[in-house]
């Protein structure tokens, strides 16, 4: 958001604010973003969005092997924002499991945008985040408010002279973006049959929910007979292709399709 002060405040593209790496790395070479913690709860598949209003600049599917070039930020986004000082001003989002805009796509800020991972050149699951200004990279945490913390000690944060953004007392919390659509289902099914499982397990796989590990099954009784799924968080378009299948098999009717909304 831009503020009366003529100040830029984003907003954190993922609900939980634990950096892992800072804009120079520990080494104290330069890594020109910052790194943010995704595995939370036994999940690394978390839901990112939007820092502020834009349109999606560039898109880059991960090919499954490549680390080198463009290809490391593996699959990644790239949303250009209204102009700073006279200058472009861009905000990159990387190493993600799914895309959920495309090119030339105008966003709001809160956004759902895609979902973290651990794609291109990557040593476990996080979300690289980069604010890049005039075509320069710049320390993110310039950027955003000081609601953060740090894996440990040695996570940079400031240099001489940087600091956080004071977030007006009037302004919206970050916890709570204003775009209504960014809300996401968790799907609750079962105990069905291994036939109901079958055909909701391929609507999964058809969206790419299973790969990002938003698709889970477990049994429900010792003989192997019936299973209980769960599915999310995921997006209203996913979640009404599911609640379609479930429909169709008859489950919503038996009271087997729960749920709810996330946040």
Known sequence: MRLKNGEVLL????????????YYYKDGSKHQAIDLRTNQGGGIVKP????????VDWVQEWDGHTKTGMQSYGTALLIRHAEYAGVSLQT???????LCVECGQQVKEGQLIGYTGETGNVYGAHLHFEVILGGVRRNPLVWLDDDFTTADGDVYTYGAGEHAVT????AQSPEAPAFAPARLQTITIGPVSQGDADAILAVC????????????????????TVQTITIGPVTRGDADAVLLCCVGRGLTDAGLYKSKWEG
């Open 92 to 98: 990159r989002y990387a190493h993600l499991s799914r």
């Open 205 to 224: 796989v058809r969206r790419g929910l299973d790969k990002q590990g938003l698709y889970r099954s477990a049994w429900a009784n010792d003989a192997h």
């Open 167 to 170: 977030r007006p007392e009037d």
């Open 11 to 22: 907003l954190w593209p993922l609900a939980l604010h634990v950096l892992t790496a800072g």
């Open 48 to 55: 990112v969005y939007a820092a502020e209003d834009g349109t």
